[in-house]
Each structure stands twice: as C-alpha cells, then as structure tokens.
C-alpha cells in the first residue's frame, strides 16, 4: 500500500528554514573527525544543515551547509505578506509534481 505525501503547510516550511538557519555544525565535525568505520549512531547526529560531505583519498574532508544568508532572506520574504504568494506557488506546484 503507497503511503500518501502530505505537503507541508506555511507554518511547517517557516519553522523548518528557521531550524536550518540555525543548525549548528557540531556534529557535522564530529563525523568529519572520525573514520568512516568509527561511524555508529550517525544517524542520531544532527546534519539537517550539511548539503555536501567529502572525504578525499588523501584524507582532506570538506564540508559544504545550507546558505545561512540566503536562506534568511527567504526567510525574511516568505513572513513578509508577498512571501506567502511564494509559499503558495509553491506548493501548488509541489501538488502539481505528486
């Protein structure tokens, strides 16, 4: 049986970019820190904010997060009353691809 994709509602996409805009990136350095095989209960840590993790043959990690800044922004517009427009486009057309 398919399980049904409710769609977020205005409220649920405000706090979840706040929650990203205020990610810290702790555990995102911590997993940074330890090899791969040292990895038990990386799915309890908090990686939300980190969009990229690489770790390269000769041991340099790099680790790309959400833009703070332009997701602020968005912020900013989406709580502005024409932000609410965005939000609906949105998720009309987020309906539309279901």
């Known amino acids: 049986m398919a399980k049904t994709l409710r769609l977020p509602d205005r409220e649920q996409i405000i706090k979840q970019m706040w929650r990203l805009a205020n990610a810290g990136a702790g555990d995102a350095v911590r997993l940074a820190c330890f090899p791969p095989e040292e990895w038990q209960g990386v799915d ?27 997701l602020l922004e968005r912020l900013l517009d989406t709580v502005d009353h024409s932000g609410q427009d965005q939000v609906d486009r949105f998720l009309q057309a987020m309906e539309g691809e279901g």
């Open 44 to 70: 309890k840590l908090e990686l939300d904010a980190l969009t990229e993790f690489k770790r390269g043959s000769n041991g340099v990690v790099e680790l790309k997060f959400v833009d703070r800044g332009r």
